[in-house]
């Protein structure tokens, strides 16, 4: 029989681990956040911002050069390194020690994209959470799906979880679909939505946490940053999908008293950050 499993408090404070209290950024892990062209580098901003919120020890952004002085200012924290071409990237090349790569958030789908994203997956080895354009791209080309890594991290809202695997008409097809492609690949599928579930190894989590605050521009780049932030710092990739999806939601459900549902935006999600993880260390 299949497992189903809900994420819980119990599911989280399972996973969760405070930071020693003799740890270094050096031990915290470094990640990079690959993303942004022209008039999306917002994304890459909220990423890398909620990466670092959830406790990686570094951050690099690896953005087209037209989003230097915007991601520099917004989150100075990060370092950047910028692509050669302006508007998107073109190619990714770094020489970084990395623990995680959060990939693809505001990316857009230029063909010189596709083709920067091919040689980045023949050559890394490094734990990868994609999302956004990256899905998209991979759609457009589902043989690389071959050569992730291992238990590679995939972030689909329900749109991009079509492209992905085609249609269904039924929750049902879809989830036996999903583990179909999850156990093909040996990657980990987080569908995005209310609630979000998590494919894993022939198991399916549901989140208990979050609402319809979420519903708002930015979420899904700032939970690719969560998840990116935990690889970073050795949680197993099932692990690092599931503690960052249900503290992503627990953010909405500790703010929605001061916020209410209209006023909170996905820099919210980044600042009740702390208190999310504080309930997990009491
Ligand atoms: N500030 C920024 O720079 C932002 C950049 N973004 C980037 O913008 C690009 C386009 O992303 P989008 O996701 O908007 O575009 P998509 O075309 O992939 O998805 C939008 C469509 O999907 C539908 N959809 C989304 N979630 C759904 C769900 N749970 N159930 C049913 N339908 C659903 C929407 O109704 C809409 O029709 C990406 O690169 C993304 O990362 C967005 O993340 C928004 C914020
Ligand atoms: N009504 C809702 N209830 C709970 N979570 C939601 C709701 N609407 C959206 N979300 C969450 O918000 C995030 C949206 O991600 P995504 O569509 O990728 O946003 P964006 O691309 O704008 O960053 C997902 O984590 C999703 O589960
Ligand atoms: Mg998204």
Request: charged letters at 20%; hydrophobic letters at 45%; one cysteine or more.
């Amino acid at each position: 029989m299949e497992k189903h499993i809900l994420i819980d408090r119990s599911e989280a404070v399972k996973r969760f681990r405070p930071i020693a209290k003799d740890s270094h950024k050096g031990l915290q892990g470094h990640a990079l956040i690959v993303g942004g062209s022209y008039g999306k580098m917002g994304s890459v901003c909220l990423s890398a911002k909620a990466c670092l919120k959830s406790g990686a020890g570094l951050v690099t952004a690896y953005i087209p050069k037209c989003g230097y002085d915007v991601v520099q200012s917004v989150v100075p924290e990060a370092m950047v390194l910028t692509d050669d071409y302006n508007e998107h990237i073109t190619s990714v090349n770094h020489k970084l020690s990395l623990q995680a790569i959060g990939f693809g958030m505001g990316m857009g789908q230029d063909l010189d994209t596709h083709q920067a994203m091919f040689h980045f997956l023949k050559m890394n080895s490094v734990p990868l959470v994609i999302d956004a354009d990256g899905l998209n791209i991979l759609s457009e080309n589902k043989e690389w799906l071959e050569i992730l890594p291992k238990q590679t991290i995939l972030t689909p809202h329900v749109k991009e979880l079509e492209r992905l695997i085609g249609h269904w008409d039924s929750k049902l097809e879809m989830l036996e679909n999903v583990k179909t492609f999850a156990a093909k690949y040996d990657v980990i599928v987080v569908v995005k939505g209310a609630p979000t579930l998590i494919v894993s190894k022939n198991v399916i989590y549901e989140n208990t946490t979050g609402n319809q605050a979420l519903a708002t521009a930015g979420s899904g780049d700032v939970l690719t940053g969560i998840i990116t932030g935990l690889s970073a710092q050795h949680y197993a990739p099932a692990d690092a999908a599931i503690l960052g999806v249900y503290v992503h939601g627990l953010t909405a459900d500790l703010a929605v008293p001061e916020t209410g549902h209209h006023a909170f935006i996905a820099s919210d999600i980044i600042h009740y950050l702390g208190k999310a993880f504080l309930t997990l260390e009491q």
